[in-house]
């Protein structure tokens, strides 16, 4: 007798690890590249703001599956000539996209914190940097908490995607499921459900760090 | 009289000369030029879009100032070779809208300069503000406020105890009480006059005559970009030696009803 499907439960499960390793790197990597971004896009010279928004606007303009299609075959062995793994090339990818759209978050909370926090830290002697690192991004970071809990939901489900290269996450698994047993409904339902409450988990997390570093009269509460 | 004359000598601890500023088609400063002494209070005047605010912002630079030259004891803030973030250390601003740094306590506004800027030990700093804060009587039960929990007066205070921590060689204030209720103006005013009496320097763009006559050492007038008429505050306010300086003077009396 063929298995059910259910007893797969565990196996797929498993791919939970897998879709946390994309989530993880990609919005630590989308974090990474996010912020200074926007720093560039807010406080650089003409030209990098340029160079800037040119890698925001391909990243948020072209696909997911795309873009991991492009640097799984293309940009990585042809352009770099070097061979990187599924998983590796799916977090760069994921990573590279979020970052896009991550400066946007950060930019749009570096925008609402008002030039008189600026100029009162210049007036105090602060260079730029200090007044940016000190006062500015302090307070852009709480202001964006809410806009990256949002990232958190859509770079989960995006992590999906990741099934075109073959990472063996919980969607990979599923399929495998669905071929070796026959059943469809069930697996991807258990699936669907099972990303539900990453995304519902994940953001009540967010909402509790939120709260933690919340700072009374700092505007930026949402979501 | 100014009541802080008492403590002014005679070292010019501040030089504003021939000050031009234009934005786009308007010229906001036309050659503005004076002095501040070392203790004295002097109090700037006049209706808006004289160039009051502007004047203030380009004497620490925060604006450039399109020609002129500034000097805070001897050294020429406007010289390029000059390294401005090391002066304005000394220059107190007070700003209308405090500016307070919204994520950080009072305590802590006061002290990221002393701790950021002038790189002292947390627990020097930490002593430095509380001292300031308590010059300015913020008591110990707001320290650990953040400025949204504070009303407007106190959020001044702790701007001015910010500026004061730093040890300046003069407090620039920008129309400090014009963003204040009312009822609030006063805490303010008195904080402000009692640092003006234990000899602190201050140059202050203020619409509070009262102020200006029981404090200033010196009002400036200015109009239209020009300091129009200067002097004693009792013979510029009560005998100017120009008609728009009277009529300014006489209404601003009508609306802040001066002593």
């Known amino acids: 007798m063929d298995p059910v499907w259910w007893e797969y439960i565990p196996y797929i499960l498993q791919g939970a690890i897998w879709t946390f390793t994309l989530v993880g790197g990609g919005l630590a990597l989308g974090f990474a590249i996010g912020v200074p971004v926007a720093m560039g896009q807010k406080?650089?010279?003409?030209w990098l703001k340029a160079v800037?928004?040119?890698y925001v606007w391909f990243f948020r303009g072209t696909p997911l599956v795309v873009l991991l299609f492009l640097f799984y075959w293309g940009v990585f062995p042809v352009l770099l000539g070097i061979k990187l793994d599924a998983l590796t090339t799916s977090i760069i990818v994921l990573g590279l996209r979020s970052g896009a759209y991550q400066s946007q978050i950060f930019r749009g909370a570096l925008n609402s914190v008002d030039e008189g926090q600026m100029l009162a830290a210049r007036a105090l002697g602060m260079t730029k940097w200090q007044a940016i690192t000190n006062i500015i991004?302090?307070?852009?970071?709480?202001?964006?908490?809410?806009?990256?809990?949002?990232?958190?939901?859509?770079?989960?489900?995006?992590?999906?995607i990741c099934f075109t290269l073959g990472v063996i996450e919980i969607l990979t698994r599923t399929r495998y499921v669905v071929i070796s047993t026959g059943e469809a409904l069930g697996p991807f339902l258990f699936a669907g459900i099972l990303y539900i409450i990453f995304t519902y988990g994940g953001?009540?997390?967010?909402?509790?760090?939120?709260e933690k570093y919340h700072i009374p009269g700092l505007v930026g509460k949402g979501v | 009289m100014g009541r802080g004359s008492e403590m002014v000598g005679d070292?010019?601890?501040?030089?504003?000369e021939n000050i031009h500023k234009r934005y786009k088609d308007q010229e906001v400063l036309k050659g503005v030029t004076f002095e501040v002494r070392r203790g004295e209070t002097k109090v700037i005047a006049g209706p808006s879009g004289a160039g009051k605010s502007?004047?203030?912002?380009?004497?620490?630079?925060?604006?450039?100032?399109?020609?002129?030259?500034?000097?805070?004891?001897?050294?020429?803030?406007?010289?390029?070779?000059?390294n401005i973030n090391k002066m304005r250390q000394k220059i107190g601003f007070v700003f209308q809208e405090f500016n307070l740094f919204h994520h950080l306590t009072a305590l802590e506004n006061v002290m990221i300069g002393l701790t950021k800027v002038k790189k002292l030990p947390k627990d020097v700093a930490r002593k430095k503000a509380e001292e300031a804060l308590l010059t300015v009587h913020i008591t110990?039960?707001?320290?650990?406020?953040?400025?949204?929990?504070?009303?407007g007066g106190q959020k001044q205070r702790v701007a001015?105890?910010?500026a004061l921590a730093m040890d300046p060689v003069i407090i620039l204030y920008d129309e400090p009480t014009s963003a204040l209720d009312p009822q609030l103006v006063g805490e303010v005013l008195r904080v402000m006059e009692e640092l003006a009496r234990k000899g602190v320097t201050g140059l202050v763009v203020t619409h509070e005559i009262g102020f200006a006559l029981e404090v200033a050492d010196e009002i400036l007038f200015m109009y239209g970009g020009r300091i129009l008429e200067r002097g004693p505050p009792r013979e510029v306010v009560f005998s100017p030696k120009h008609e728009v300086t009277r009529k300014f003077f006489e209404n601003i009396t009508k609306l802040y009803g001066g002593k």
């Open chain 1, 137 to 160: 991004l302090p307070q852009a970071l709480r202001i964006a908490i809410p806009g990256w809990t949002n990232e958190y939901a859509i770079i989960l489900k995006d992590s999906a």
């Open chain 2, 54 to 82: 502007t004047l203030l912002r380009c004497i620490n630079l925060l604006t450039k100032p399109d020609k002129g030259r500034v000097w805070l004891e001897g050294v020429e803030l406007t010289d390029p070779e000059t």
């Open chain 2, 160 to 162: 001015i105890a910010r």
């Open chain 1, 43 to 46: 406080y650089g010279p003409t």
């Open chain 2, 11 to 16: 070292e010019i601890v501040l030089r504003v």
């Open chain 1, 52 to 54: 800037l928004d040119a």
């Open chain 2, 140 to 151: 110990e039960d707001l320290w650990h406020k953040y400025p949204a929990q504070l009303s």
């Open chain 1, 203 to 210: 953001t009540k997390v967010f909402n509790i760090i939120y």
